[in-house]
C-alpha cells in the first residue's frame, strides 16, 4: 500500500480574521462552540485511514499546540500521530520565519523524513469547514498517473475572482491555472468541457480548494526553488508545463473561513434546521478535545434554532438563532439573536464569584437583562448587567482598550474582555 502522509498548514497570521486571531493562531479559533478550526483537516484525514499527520504553527501558536496535544493522542499499539512541526531559528538562515505554504512545508521536510520513506504528501490548509474523505482524492490521483492532484470545487462565473482557477481538458488533466482573475476577465478558456458539466448547472469552472496531493519525490523537487513560497502562486502555475497534474472534482459543503463575516455566517448555518454542513455524521464524526463537562442547564429560556454547548448556565428569556459555547453564563432577561458566543475556558467557583461581586465585576458571559444581537463574543469575556451589543454597519472600528471591536457590520466583544454595566456598543 502506498504510504501517504498529511500535512496541515496551521502558521498564518490570520489578520483577516482579527480580533479573534489577536491571542492565538488561525486554526485555533473556536467553531460551532466546542470545536477549534483545525479539528476539521485532521478529523477528515483520520477518518480517511490517513493517520501519519503533520501540523505546521508559527504565530500565536501556543493555544493550538495546546489543544492538539491534548486532543489526538493514539494508542501504543498504533502508529499514528499528530505531530506539530514549528518555524524554528537555525544559524546560517536569514529568514528563519515560513515565508508562504510551499516555504513552511519545504522546511517542514527535515523533520518529516525520520518517520519513513512516503510516496503521497496531502497538503491541508487549517482553516477550511468540510467533511471530504481523501481516499477519493488518492484513488483520482492514482488512477490519473499524476505527479500532483488539485482538490476543486465547481464554482460560477461570478465566484471565480476569489480562487485560483483551473483549466481542465477532457481528461480531467488541468492546463492551465489564474489566481483570482479579474471580474472582467477573459475565461472562456477556463469553463469545463462539455463532458465534465453533468449536473453542475451554471458552475462550470473548477477552483482549487487548497488541498493538494503531490509525489514525495515531486514535491521535493519542486521545492527545491526557494525562491517559490507559495503554492498556489508559485509551485503550481510553474508544475503545469514540467509534470502531470490532474483535478478532483469535490462537490460538496466547502467554506473558506478566512474573514470575520465568513466566520460568523458558517457558525450561524450550523444552526439552521437543515444546515448546509452537519458535525453530526456518525460515519465521519469531527473529533476535538474531550472534557468532563456536565449537561447544560436552561431554566425558563425560550431556544429557536440555536446549538447550546457542555457546561452551560442559561437563564436567559430568549436565545435564537446563536451559537452558545462551552461553560457560558447567560443570566435572566438576557436576550441572545444571531450571535456566537465562546464561552469560557473554565469556570468561575461561588468564591470568585463573590469576588466579583464585591469589586463590582461581571462574571463571565452575559449580564442580566443585556442584549446580544449580529455579535461575536469572544472567550472569558465578561458583559455586565443592561447592556446593548448590536452588530450595526458602518466602517470598522477597533478599540482595544474597551475590549471591542465592530469589523463588517458585526459586533466583537474581545477574549477577556470586561464590558461594564449599561454599555451600549452599536445601539
Known sequence: MNRCITVILGGGRGSRLYPLTAQRAKPAVPLAGKYRLIDIPISNSINSGLQNIYVLTQFLSNSLNTHINKTYRFDVFSDGFVEIIAAEQRDGVQEDWF?????????????????????????????????Q????????????????????????????????????????????????????????????????????????????MGVYVFNWGVLQELLADEGKIDFGKDILPAALSTHRVAGHVFDGYWEDIGTIRSFFEANLMLADP???FRF??????????????PPSALRGTRVVDSLISDGCLVEAESIRRSIIGLRSRIASDAVVRSSVLMGADYFEDARTRARNLDEGRPDFGVGHSSVVENAIVDKNARIGAHCVIRGTPGPDEHHEDAGWSM?????????????????VIGG
Open 280 to 293: 453530526y455524521a456518525p460515519e465521519a464524526p469531527i473529533y476535538t478535545r474531550p472534557r468532563f463537562l
Open 407 to 423: 469589523v463588517d457590520g458585526i459586533a466583537i466583544i474581545h477574549k477577556n474582555a470586561l464590558i461594564p454595566d449599561g454599555t
Open 133 to 208: 474523505d481523501y481516499q477519493e482524492l488518492l484513488a483520482t490521483h492514482r488512477a490519473a498517473g499524476a505527479d500532483i492532484t488539485v482538490s476543486c470545487i465547481p464554482v460560477t462565473r461570478a465566484q471565480c475572482s476569489g480562487f485560483g482557477v483551473l483549466a481542465q481538458n477532457e481528461e480531467g488533466r488541468v492546463v492551465s491555472f489564474m489566481e483570482k482573475p479579474a471580474d472582467d476577465a477573459d475565461l472562456s478558456d477556463f469553463e469545463l468541457p462539455e463532458s465534465r458539466r453533468e449536473g453542475l448547472g451554471d458552475r462550470i469552472f473548477m477552483a482549487s
Open 99 to 131: 515565508q508562504g505554504t510551499a516555504d513552511a512545508v519545504r522546511k517542514g521536510l527535515m523533520h518529516m523524513r525520520p518517520k519513513g520513506p512516503a510516496d503521497e504528501v496531502l497538503i491541508l490548509s487549517g482553516d477550511h469547514l468540510y467533511r
Open 274 to 276: 437543515k444546515p448546509a
